[in-house]
């Protein structure tokens, strides 16, 4: 059976910067919360974009918490699943003015991100197709007014994006926004369906790398009278929500329908290439909704270089974290060319290619880690980090 022990580490290895992508750059004033479409400081991402090349885990699919208020109106904005890269920032979403380094989810917990974020940002590749999250009217549809980005440090004048309000029979008015976009295909005025394409994902505007930045605002009914962001996932903690308190916030609602929350994951990957080590980490999925509830989200791959011709035996190897964990693999742990070995941090049934860590909650720090993988000899022979991370 696997077993942990304390390990010690030290060097810096992979690093994550990500800022954000917005459709206005937020200030505490009322003034942000007009409805206008100038848009704000967007997402620059230095992450790898390549999806897994071989399949890994589902991680748990959300749910409304037992207090959550839901109002069940709106689908996926796109098909298939795609990492999370920044939450919706509920301490508090004042892009750029929110200086705590954190990002709280809906669930209560810190994270790492861009400070006051205040949408969802999915890592969609260039050119996929992103849809209409609920029936509606386009609002707005265009290149937003030119802003300063300070990530790029630059005036950006080519930031496409789209906003449909979708409006209740009690008055209340959601309003989507999509952002980044490659191509449109709506204009404004237009009625739209549930699951209609309205355009592709880009990466115009303040980003460095393709991805759907996609915001929800409401109003009225918000702490200010005025339009608010909002988080489509709600609020699930024991804890009082901050941005339902503060003055010119609003209490959020679960607003997927039945089945059609995204996924929420953070993961790096490492494809396989020519070169470099003869093991790697292809895929750490450090995060997933609740992981203390749900371990088995958390999730490391491991694959043979392509230019290896054989097996390799790991038994004796260790995989390990900045807390001092060290997973070792027992006797007769074979990784087999062309075929991952996986890691599980839950429980489960131990098969030829997957073990499980049997841990109760995630081990993978939400903030900042690093999976380093080393030999029996103890030579380092893979790592892979996120959040700026320093790995031994």
């Not at 974009?49 to 918490?65: D, F, R």
């Not at 669930?107 to 940002?121: R, V």
Request: one cysteine or more.
């Amino acid at each position: 059976m696997p077993k942990l022990a304390l390990t010690i580490f030290s060097v810096i290895i992979f690093s994550l910067t990500i800022s954000c992508s917005s459709q206005e750059e937020i200030s505490p004033s009322p003034d942000f919360l007009t409805p206008t479409f100038a848009a704000s400081p967007s997402a620059v991402i230095s992450l790898t974009p390549e999806p897994t090349k071989v399949p890994v885990p589902t991680p748990s699919a959300p749910e409304p918490g037992p207090l959550t208020d839901v109002v069940p109106i709106l689908i996926k904005p796109f098909s298939g699943e795609f990492p999370l890269i920044n939450f919706f920032d509920h301490d508090l979403p004042f892009e750029f003015h929110d200086p705590n380094n954190y990002q709280l989810t809906w669930w209560g917990e810190k994270t790492s991100g861009i400070n006051g974020h205040d949408g969802l940002d999915f890592l969609l590749p260039t050119g996929t197709e992103v849809l209409s999250a609920g029936d509606g009217v386009v609002v707005r549809s265009g290149i937003s007014d030119p802003f300063y980005c300070p990530p790029l440090r630059r005036n950006v004048d080519d930031s496409l994006g789209v906003e449909i309000a979708h409006k209740l029979s009690d008055g209340t008015t959601y309003i989507t926004a999509y952002f980044h976009l490659s191509k449109i295909f709506v204009a404004k005025n237009q009625t739209v369906k549930s699951g209609q394409l309205i355009g592709l994902s880009g990466d115009s505007g303040c980003a460095t790398l393709a991805h759907l930045h996609f915001t929800v605002d409401r109003f009225p009914g918000t702490n200010n009278g005025q339009r608010v962001h909002v988080d489509p996932f709600g609020w699930d903690s024991g804890l009082p929500d901050p941005w339902a308190a503060h003055k010119d916030g609003s209490k959020s609602a679960w607003l997927w329908k039945k089945d059609q929350a995204p996924l929420v994951f953070r993961e790096e990957n490492n494809p396989l290439t020519n070169s470099g080590p003869q093991i790697k980490i292809t895929t750490l999925r450090w995060m997933g909704w609740k992981d203390t509830e749900n371990p088995n989200n958390e999730f490391v791959q491991l694959e043979i270089d392509s230019q290896v011709g054989t097996n390799i035996d790991i038994s004796g190897y260790t995989l390990r974290n900045l807390k001092g964990d060290s997973f070792v693999f027992p006797k007769g742990s074979i990784i087999r060319k062309k075929i991952p070995f996986g890691i599980y941090t839950g429980s489960g049934i131990d098969t030829g290619d997957v073990v499980y860590l049997n841990q109760l909650g995630g081990i993978w720090d939400d903030m900042a880690d690093c999976a380093i993988l080393k030999a029996s000899n103890g030579d380092t022979v893979n790592e892979v980090g996120y959040g700026g991370a320093k790995c031994p």
